[in-house]
């Protein structure tokens, strides 16, 4: 499945993307908000897009490869990781490459997968966990829209202390208002 953008296209992986995801994830910077392990490893990237295949065939979750379309290099991934039909909402996750940060890619990335859920899945509400204190990622979700919902005291633990994630939703109304 391929949703085309301006700069970017999101995509489903293949298995040749394995070296670019690796090449992108393997900052720490990249885990420490986010469930991508560190070190992280070609290996790991495989399994990764294995799981996603997997994943997305049975329609668990909706993983994209964030794809450069001028590269056609994979830079970062955005998803619905908790996708749940019945009740119309789904968890959206993701991750950029550092080179790419600050230059619009995640915000045209957001606003796809945006459209997507919310158009073609019909979904009704869309959520986003982050870690305390991912400010970037608290701004890009604010400036989408979402609405700050509550927090989760000490919810992961991570580099030896507990952290708190940020609850923020957007229903389907308030993406049209916006849109």
């Given at each position: 499945?391929?949703i085309?953008?301006d700069?970017?296209?999101?995509r489903?992986?293949k298995?040749?993307?394995?070296?670019?995801?690796?090449e992108?994830?393997?900052?720490?910077?990249i885990?420490?908000?986010?469930n991508?392990?560190?070190?992280y490893?070609?290996?790991?990237?495989?399994?990764?897009?294995?799981?996603?295949?997997?994943?997305n065939?049975?329609?668990?979750?909706?993983?994209?490869?964030?794809?450069?379309?001028?590269?056609?290099?994979?830079?970062?991934m955005?998803?619905?990781?908790?996708?749940?039909?019945?009740?119309k909402?789904?968890?959206?996750?993701?991750?950029?490459?550092?080179?790419?940060?600050?230059k619009?890619?995640?915000?045209?990335a957001?606003?796809?997968?945006?459209?997507?859920?919310?158009?073609?899945?019909?979904?009704?509400?869309?959520?986003?966990t982050?870690?305390?204190?991912?400010?970037?990622?608290?701004?890009?979700?604010?400036?989408?829209?979402?609405?700050?919902?509550?927090?989760?005291?000490?919810?992961?633990?991570?580099?030896?202390?507990?952290?708190n994630?940020?609850?923020?939703?957007?229903?389907?109304d308030?993406?049209?208002?916006?849109?």
């Amino acid at each position: 499945m391929i949703i085309r953008g301006d700069k970017i296209n999101l995509r489903t992986l293949k298995s040749s993307d394995a070296q670019s995801i690796f090449e992108n994830a393997k900052d720490k910077e990249i885990s420490q908000y986010t469930n991508v392990p560190h070190p992280y490893t070609l290996k790991d990237a495989k399994e990764f897009i294995k799981k996603t295949q997997k994943d997305n065939r049975l329609k668990k979750a909706y993983y994209f490869g964030i794809e450069d379309k001028k590269t056609k290099q994979i830079i970062g991934m955005i998803d619905f990781v908790k996708y749940d039909k019945i009740n119309k909402n789904a968890e959206v996750g993701y991750w950029l490459g550092k080179k790419y940060w600050s230059k619009g890619y995640m915000k045209e990335a957001l606003g796809l997968l945006l459209k997507f859920g919310f158009n073609k899945l019909k979904l009704h509400r869309i959520y986003a966990t982050i870690i305390e204190p991912n400010i970037k990622s608290k701004q890009r979700l604010k400036k989408a829209g979402f609405k700050y919902e509550g927090k989760q005291r000490e919810h992961i633990y991570r580099e030896n202390k507990f952290m708190n994630y940020l609850i923020f939703g957007l229903l389907k109304d308030e993406y049209k208002k916006r849109n």
